[in-house]
């Protein structure tokens, strides 16, 4: 399987910044998700990565909020906007390397806005 | 829309009994993987079943998928401390979700 290298992996920031979060992956891939997990809480899609084309973002997360980078086939980038507290959260950055090998995951951001 | 429900929620054991986590999904199942995230740690793939009935074992882990594809289990026999985590099923419905997780705690 991939092997990820996510970082930062914990922040603290100020509301009203802006934080981004890289994902390298050692192998090429086509799609890469980002995921956010609250505390105690399960996973959920923000958004899918594919390079050289517009995010496709879920219900309830937008572009301006959330823009992605996907420069090429190993790295993405995901940015937190205009933060306010309730964006404290573990953003993860995965992706699935072959057929019924599962999601990889990067080790995650904590990212805590004060 | 879909969801993807575990019971319990919560689960301590004492070290050496068994572990039972169960995921019950509002729609039919292409396939469900199972995850373990240690405390502080990220999601790590366990797993992936794929046939209706289908049953795999990983040492002291035993898989299920239901034979409707709604439903999965995950069975952890004589639990060791290194069990310690929050177990997530995912499916691939019309949308691929995670289940609401299983924290699992073993008391020594």
């Known amino acids: 399987s991939a092997v990820i290298s996510q970082k930062p992996s914990r922040d603290i920031c100020q509301r009203g910044t802006s934080l981004t979060i890289q994902c390298q992956v050692d192998?090429?891939?086509?799609?890469m998700f980002w995921y956010r997990q609250q505390p105690g809480q399960s996973l959920t899609l923000i958004a899918t990565?594919?390079?050289?084309?517009?995010?496709?973002?879920e219900s309830g997360f937008v572009i301006d909020k959330f823009p992605i980078s996907r420069p090429n086939l190993t790295f993405s980038t995901l940015t937190v906007s205009n933060m306010s507290p309730e964006d404290s959260s573990i953003y993860l950055c995965?992706?699935?390397?072959?057929?019924?090998?599962?999601?990889?995951f990067g080790s995650g951001t904590r990212l805590t806005v004060v | 829309g879909q969801q993807v429900m575990q019971i319990p929620q919560y689960q301590h054991v004492q070290e050496g009994e068994d572990f039972t986590t169960y995921c019950n999904s509002s729609?039919?199942?292409?396939?469900i993987q199972w995850y373990k995230q240690r405390p502080g740690g990220h999601p790590v793939f366990l797993i992936q079943?794929?046939?209706?009935?289908e049953v795999k074992k990983q040492k002291r882990l035993t898989f299920q998928f239901g034979e409707a594809k709604k439903n999965s289990s995950l069975h952890i026999t004589a639990t060791q401390t290194t069990d310690v985590g929050t177990y997530f099923c995912?499916?691939?419905?019309?949308?691929?979700?995670f289940g609401t997780g299983t924290s699992l705690t073993v008391i020594p």
């Open positions: 995965s992706v699935v390397t072959g057929i019924g090998y599962g999601y990889t």
């Open positions: 079943l794929v046939k209706s009935g």
């Open positions: 995912a499916g691939l419905g019309n949308q691929f979700y």
């Open positions: 192998s090429q891939v086509t799609m």
């Open positions: 729609t039919t199942l292409s396939n």
């Open positions: 990565a594919n390079q050289g084309s517009e995010a496709t973002y």
